[in-house]
Protein backbone atom coordinates (compact mmCIF):
# COMPACT_ATOMS: atom_id res chain seq x y z
CA UNK A 1 0.00 0.00 0.00
CA UNK A 2 1.21 3.50 -1.18
CA UNK A 3 1.46 5.81 1.76
CA UNK A 4 2.52 9.24 1.74
CA UNK A 5 3.50 11.79 4.42
CA UNK A 6 3.71 15.86 3.75
CA UNK A 7 6.06 17.88 5.82
CA UNK A 8 7.44 21.13 6.08
CA UNK A 9 6.75 24.54 7.68
CA UNK A 10 3.35 25.60 8.62
CA UNK A 11 3.39 28.99 8.91
CA UNK A 12 5.29 31.14 6.09
CA UNK A 13 5.72 35.39 5.36
CA UNK A 14 4.21 36.63 2.57
CA UNK A 15 6.72 37.22 -0.11
CA UNK A 16 8.87 34.21 0.86
CA UNK A 17 9.59 30.49 -0.38
CA UNK A 18 7.33 28.08 0.58
CA UNK A 19 8.99 24.34 0.44
CA UNK A 20 7.17 21.02 1.06
CA UNK A 21 8.66 17.70 1.01
CA UNK A 22 6.69 14.51 0.48
CA UNK A 23 8.17 11.23 1.19
CA UNK A 24 6.65 8.22 -0.24
CA UNK A 25 6.49 4.22 0.80
CA UNK A 26 5.20 1.28 -0.48
CA UNK A 27 5.78 2.71 -4.01
CA UNK A 28 7.86 2.93 -6.79
CA UNK A 29 8.33 6.39 -8.83
CA UNK A 30 8.19 4.82 -12.13
CA UNK A 31 4.57 3.03 -11.32
CA UNK A 32 2.86 6.05 -10.37
CA UNK A 33 2.07 9.85 -11.27
CA UNK A 34 2.26 11.99 -8.54
CA UNK A 35 1.11 15.69 -7.45
CA UNK A 36 0.89 18.15 -5.31
CA UNK A 37 -3.17 19.40 -4.95
CA UNK A 38 -4.29 22.35 -2.33
CA UNK A 39 -7.19 23.04 -0.86
CA UNK A 40 -8.50 26.33 0.15
CA UNK A 41 -11.57 27.39 1.41
CA UNK A 42 -12.15 30.19 -0.95
CA UNK A 43 -10.24 28.11 -3.84
CA UNK A 44 -11.51 24.67 -3.18
CA UNK A 45 -9.27 21.81 -4.69
CA UNK A 46 -6.87 23.28 -7.01
CA UNK A 47 -4.09 21.16 -8.87
CA UNK A 48 -0.38 22.31 -8.46
CA UNK A 49 1.42 20.30 -11.16
CA UNK A 50 2.60 16.78 -11.08
CA UNK A 51 5.58 14.28 -12.70
CA UNK A 52 5.87 11.27 -13.73
CA UNK A 53 8.61 8.82 -14.68
CA UNK A 54 9.37 6.96 -17.77
CA UNK A 55 12.84 6.69 -18.25
CA UNK A 56 12.94 10.48 -18.11
CA UNK A 57 11.22 12.79 -15.32
CA UNK A 58 8.42 14.71 -17.15
CA UNK A 59 7.20 17.64 -14.91
CA UNK A 60 3.64 19.32 -15.78
CA UNK A 61 2.54 22.66 -14.15
CA UNK A 62 -0.97 24.08 -13.69
CA UNK A 63 -0.57 27.04 -15.84
CA UNK A 64 -1.83 29.65 -13.13
CA UNK A 65 1.30 28.66 -11.18
CA UNK A 66 3.53 27.52 -13.42
CA UNK A 67 5.89 30.86 -12.87
CA UNK A 68 5.67 30.31 -9.31
CA UNK A 69 6.17 26.80 -8.79
CA UNK A 70 8.74 24.08 -8.82
CA UNK A 71 8.53 20.39 -8.31
CA UNK A 72 11.90 18.12 -8.05
CA UNK A 73 11.68 14.52 -7.16
CA UNK A 74 14.67 12.44 -5.17
CA UNK A 75 14.63 8.31 -5.75
CA UNK A 76 17.46 7.83 -3.41
CA UNK A 77 15.35 9.34 -0.38
CA UNK A 78 11.95 8.60 -1.72
CA UNK A 79 10.72 11.57 -1.74
CA UNK A 80 9.36 14.76 -3.87
CA UNK A 81 9.23 17.80 -3.26
CA UNK A 82 7.22 21.61 -3.90
CA UNK A 83 8.87 24.96 -4.18
CA UNK A 84 6.07 27.96 -4.34
CA UNK A 85 8.16 31.20 -4.76
CA UNK A 86 6.09 34.68 -4.06
CA UNK A 87 3.77 33.53 -1.54
CA UNK A 88 0.79 35.60 -0.28
CA UNK A 89 -1.67 35.47 1.50
CA UNK A 90 -4.18 33.51 -1.00
CA UNK A 91 -1.51 30.87 -0.76
CA UNK A 92 -2.77 29.56 2.57
CA UNK A 93 -4.09 26.19 2.28
CA UNK A 94 -3.84 22.77 3.05
CA UNK A 95 -1.18 21.34 0.47
CA UNK A 96 -1.18 17.51 -0.37
CA UNK A 97 0.92 15.29 -2.19
CA UNK A 98 -0.98 12.93 -4.30
CA UNK A 99 -0.11 9.49 -6.11
CA UNK A 100 -1.91 8.57 -8.94
CA UNK A 101 -2.75 6.11 -11.69
CA UNK A 102 -3.56 8.11 -15.16
CA UNK A 103 -5.77 10.93 -13.78
CA UNK A 104 -7.11 8.56 -10.64
CA UNK A 105 -5.86 10.34 -7.51
CA UNK A 106 -5.69 7.05 -5.34
CA UNK A 107 -3.54 7.75 -2.63
CA UNK A 108 -3.57 11.17 -0.60
CA UNK A 109 -1.06 11.84 2.31
CA UNK A 110 -2.59 13.56 5.16
CA UNK A 111 -2.40 17.28 4.23
CA UNK A 112 -0.32 20.00 5.76
CA UNK A 113 -1.53 23.10 6.46
CA UNK A 114 0.71 26.02 5.32
CA UNK A 115 -0.44 29.57 6.78
CA UNK A 116 0.74 32.81 4.89
CA UNK A 117 0.83 35.67 7.33
CA UNK A 118 3.73 37.90 8.55
CA UNK B 1 -8.93 25.72 -18.27
CA UNK B 2 -11.57 23.49 -18.18
CA UNK B 3 -14.57 24.73 -15.63
CA UNK B 4 -16.22 22.01 -13.42
CA UNK B 5 -20.08 23.43 -11.68
CA UNK B 6 -21.14 21.56 -9.19
CA UNK B 7 -24.48 21.87 -8.14
CA UNK B 8 -26.03 21.63 -5.81
CA UNK B 9 -23.22 23.35 -3.02
CA UNK B 10 -25.01 21.99 -0.32
CA UNK B 11 -28.04 19.08 0.31
CA UNK B 12 -29.45 18.07 3.39
CA UNK B 13 -30.46 13.81 3.15
CA UNK B 14 -31.72 11.68 6.03
CA UNK B 15 -30.41 8.12 6.14
CA UNK B 16 -32.36 6.01 3.83
CA UNK B 17 -32.68 8.70 0.79
CA UNK B 18 -31.49 9.02 -2.44
CA UNK B 19 -29.12 11.86 -3.13
CA UNK B 20 -28.17 12.71 -6.47
CA UNK B 21 -25.24 15.39 -6.95
CA UNK B 22 -24.64 16.78 -10.37
CA UNK B 23 -21.52 18.02 -12.47
CA UNK B 24 -21.82 20.38 -15.19
CA UNK B 25 -18.42 20.85 -17.35
CA UNK B 26 -17.57 24.35 -19.65
CA UNK B 27 -16.33 21.70 -22.87
CA UNK B 28 -16.61 17.70 -23.55
CA UNK B 29 -14.58 15.80 -21.59
CA UNK B 30 -15.84 12.39 -22.88
CA UNK B 31 -16.37 10.45 -19.91
CA UNK B 32 -13.08 11.53 -18.19
CA UNK B 33 -14.47 12.25 -14.86
CA UNK B 34 -14.15 11.11 -11.30
CA UNK B 35 -15.73 11.16 -8.36
CA UNK B 36 -14.03 11.71 -4.55
CA UNK B 37 -15.49 11.77 -0.91
CA UNK B 38 -13.82 13.67 1.33
CA UNK B 39 -14.60 13.91 5.20
CA UNK B 40 -14.44 16.56 7.45
CA UNK B 41 -10.30 16.98 8.54
CA UNK B 42 -9.05 13.77 6.06
CA UNK B 43 -7.76 13.29 2.23
CA UNK B 44 -10.33 13.60 -0.61
CA UNK B 45 -11.09 9.17 -1.61
CA UNK B 46 -11.70 8.32 -4.78
CA UNK B 47 -14.63 7.00 -5.14
CA UNK B 48 -15.90 6.21 -9.29
CA UNK B 49 -13.60 6.70 -12.31
CA UNK B 50 -14.28 7.55 -15.75
CA UNK B 51 -17.86 8.69 -14.60
CA UNK B 52 -19.30 5.26 -13.98
CA UNK B 53 -16.27 2.47 -12.80
CA UNK B 54 -17.06 2.12 -9.06
CA UNK B 55 -13.53 1.95 -7.07
CA UNK B 56 -12.87 -1.14 -5.84
CA UNK B 57 -14.01 -1.39 -2.13
CA UNK B 58 -16.54 1.19 -2.62
CA UNK B 59 -19.76 0.32 -1.61
CA UNK B 60 -22.84 -0.48 -5.00
CA UNK B 61 -24.96 2.46 -3.71
CA UNK B 62 -22.70 4.95 -5.17
CA UNK B 63 -23.02 5.20 -8.89
CA UNK B 64 -22.05 7.43 -11.45
CA UNK B 65 -22.99 7.99 -14.86
CA UNK B 66 -22.42 10.97 -17.75
CA UNK B 67 -20.53 11.75 -20.49
CA UNK B 68 -19.31 14.66 -22.50
CA UNK B 69 -20.66 18.15 -20.40
CA UNK B 70 -23.09 16.51 -17.59
CA UNK B 71 -22.39 13.81 -15.19
CA UNK B 72 -24.10 12.76 -12.43
CA UNK B 73 -23.33 10.83 -9.06
CA UNK B 74 -26.10 9.04 -7.20
CA UNK B 75 -26.03 7.80 -3.74
CA UNK B 76 -29.19 5.13 -3.31
CA UNK B 77 -29.47 4.20 0.64
CA UNK B 78 -27.91 6.78 2.43
CA UNK B 79 -26.04 5.29 5.16
CA UNK B 80 -24.62 7.18 8.06
CA UNK B 81 -21.14 7.33 6.75
CA UNK B 82 -21.84 8.85 3.90
CA UNK B 83 -22.39 12.46 4.91
CA UNK B 84 -19.58 14.13 3.72
CA UNK B 85 -18.30 16.76 0.70
CA UNK B 86 -18.65 15.23 -2.58
CA UNK B 87 -16.39 16.53 -5.40
CA UNK B 88 -16.24 15.91 -9.12
CA UNK B 89 -12.52 16.15 -10.94
CA UNK B 90 -12.12 16.64 -14.64
CA UNK B 91 -8.70 15.00 -16.84
CA UNK B 92 -10.36 15.40 -20.44
CA UNK B 93 -7.60 18.38 -20.34
CA UNK B 94 -4.98 19.94 -17.86
CA UNK B 95 -5.09 21.51 -16.07
CA UNK B 96 -6.93 18.88 -13.87
CA UNK B 97 -9.89 20.67 -12.64
CA UNK B 98 -12.47 19.86 -9.67
CA UNK B 99 -15.80 21.17 -9.26
CA UNK B 100 -16.21 23.32 -5.90
CA UNK B 101 -17.68 20.45 -3.91
CA UNK B 102 -21.46 19.42 -2.65
CA UNK B 103 -21.73 19.36 1.04
CA UNK B 104 -24.44 16.28 2.24
CA UNK B 105 -25.66 16.79 5.82
CA UNK B 106 -28.11 15.44 8.16
CA UNK B 107 -31.39 16.68 7.77
Known amino acids: QVQLQESGPGLVKPSETLSLTCSVS????????WSWIRQSPGKGLEWIGY?????????YYSPSLKSRVTISVDMSKNQFSLKVKSMTVADTAIYYC??????????WGQGTLVTVSS | DIQMTQSPSSLSASVGDRVTITCQAS??????LNWYQQKSGKAPKLLIY???NLETGVPSRFSGSGSGTVFTLTLTNMQPEDFATYYC?????????FGGGTKVDMK
Open chain 2, 27 to 32: HDIKNY
Open chain 2, 50 to 52: DAS
Open chain 1, 51 to 59: FYNSGTTNY
Open chain 1, 98 to 107: VGHVGQQMYY
Open chain 2, 89 to 97: QQYGDLPVT
Open chain 1, 26 to 33: GGSFSSYY
